[in-house]
């Protein structure tokens, strides 16, 4: 990368992403994606911590598809 540092990047889950409003409503705020730094310069460190960051992110996602979403009456 240009900087030497890698960044994880993910883009949110289209089915949490038509629920967005809802669970703002709940205090949860979605967002277009994730990004952040990985915090390493080497390849290897990179995709390792990569790897950790992604399986914490489908946690994450999973947790938050999983919650029940107030219905609103318009």
Do not use: C
Not at 48 to 63: G, L, M
């Amino acid at each position: 990368p240009k900087t030497g540092k890698w960044w994880y990047r993910k883009a949110t889950p289209a089915d949490l992403m038509a629920k967005r409003w809802q669970l703002a409503a709940m205090g949860i705020a979605v967002t277009r994606e994730v990004k952040h730094s990985l915090k390493a310069i080497s390849n290897d460190d990179a995709e390792v911590k990569w790897s950790e960051a992604n399986a914490d992110y489908k946690r994450r996602f999973e947790a938050i598809g999983l919650l029940p979403v107030p219905w609103t009456v318009s």
